[in-house]
């Protein structure tokens, strides 16, 4: 992971330094010059017991300014697990070896002692959208009694808060589902910050159907899984900040082309919106003014376009915009930042695009109606057919020259 992502998850679950540390955009120098001498410990002790790679990197920056030296030592190894610990011990030795006294830092400065690391298990996880515009969130916490609590939530932007489950166990069981979900194929979890799950919690939480109940564990904790996500950055939101948003035509074909391929998407919108744009779209089709397949086909898709503005109106382009930046995060989390780029030129085509002159939303409803355009071609007369309408009846099968 880059310094730059360390520090964002490092924003997450250390709330108090978040707005010293996202200004600074990964620049160590520019993330010291902004904290305090017990937040630069905080922050640095956080980096070597959870991203140790990334610390290095900021330790090698922090070694070259007073306020850097006084936060390594200050900050109290007791706690650290092993990486963190030698790479801590081994940045010392190179300065007494260059002849530098680290400044001891008074009591009411000195960094608390880091909880060891098995009782600082937190965790954030998010999967990729499925078809049907759902995914998975996981939340890890220490149990007071003991252990760890899971929660399991299954939430869609449009529908609401669909299932919840929580969980205590072990934490070395915990940890091993971790290692499960987060290297597992197909919906492969990703973390974020704490701070961004919690935002997607409380968007989800306030799209819930008014006429639908929350589910159990999540109503009883709703409270604690929100808390603040209101006013937080989601994954989404945090990537396009990082890369923008630009409506290239080229990108938003590539996504079309995906869309159809199934490798985005077409999450459907609300059975109560479809049907009477599908019972529209065969009607044209079945026009008895229509004489073969082609016409058939040409009038159904016309009719498509036709919807277009319909079914990708207020809150479904917006919605449909979220989702793709969702994508986004997750792409850009996996080092794909171009197909990462595409999904925000799509987000931007919901927003600046009419739905008619969109390829990408004519490709997501395209694709959620395919089983209607299916019929639509398979009840279709065959040319076979349409030759045997043309030749009057009773014609004679052979004519003399």
């Known amino acids: 992971m880059s310094l730059a992502d360390a520090l964002e998850r490092a924003a997450g679950e250390l709330p108090g330094e978040a707005d010293a540390i996202r200004p600074a955009n990964g620049d160590p120098v520019r993330l010291l010059e902004s904290l305090d001498a017990g937040a630069a410990g905080r922050v640095l002790g956080w980096l070597l017991a959870h991203e140790a790679d990334a610390a290095e990197e900021l ?124 290297g597992r194929s197909g919906l492969v979890a ?48 945090i990537v396009a900040e990082a890369l923008g948003e630009e409506l290239e035509p080229t990108r938003l074909r590539e996504v079309a082309e995906r869309v159809r391929a199934g490798a985005l998407g077409p999450w459907p919108e609300p059975a109560e919106v479809l049907r009477p744009v599908a019972d529209r779209i065969r009607e044209r089709a079945e026009s008895p003014v229509l004489v073969n397949a082609q016409q058939r086909r040409e009038q159904a898709e016309a009719a498509l376009v036709e919807a277009l503005d319909e079914v990708y109106a207020g809150e479904a382009a917006a919605v449909a915009a979220e989702r793709f930046r969702e994508c986004a995060y997750v792409l850009w989390r996996r080092d794909e930042e171009a197909a990462a780029r595409d999904c ?5 085509s919901f927003a600046k695009l009419p739905a008619a002159e969109n390829p990408v939303a004519r490709a997501l409803l395209e694709v959620a109606l395919g089983p209607l355009f299916e019929s639509i071609d398979r009840d279709a007369p065959s040319a076979s057919d349409e030759a045997d309408e043309a030749e009057p009846e009773g014609s004679p099968i052979l004519t003399k020259p």
Not at 94 to 123: F, N, Q, T, Y
């Open 59 to 182: 330790v090698e920056a922090w070694l070259e300014h007073d306020a850097g030296l006084a936060a390594l030592g200050a900050l109290d190894e007791g706690g650290l697990p092993k990486a963190g610990r030698k790479l801590l011990r081994r940045a010392r030795h190179r300065l007494r070896s260059r002849g530098v006294a680290l400044p001891e830092a008074s009591p009411e400065e000195r960094v608390a002692k880091l909880p060891e690391v098995d009782d600082a298990i937190e965790a954030a996880l998010v999967t990729a959208l499925d078809p049907s515009g759902a995914r998975l969130v996981y939340r890890v916490e220490p149990d007071p009694s003991g252990g760890a609590r899971l929660f399991e939530v299954a939430i869609d932007d449009r529908r609401g808060v669909l299932d919840a489950s929580l969980y205590s166990a072990s934490r070395s069981r915990v940890r091993a589902f971790l290692r499960e979900v987060t």
């Open 344 to 348: 925000l030129a799509a987000a931007a």
């Open 190 to 237: 990703i973390e974020v910050p704490g701070d961004a799950l919690r935002a997607l919690l409380a968007r989800a939480a306030a799209r819930h159907p008014a006429d639908r109940r929350l589910p159990g564990d999540f109503g009883d904790w709703k409270g604690r899984l929100t808390a603040g996500g209101e006013e937080a950055a989601t994954p989404g939101q």
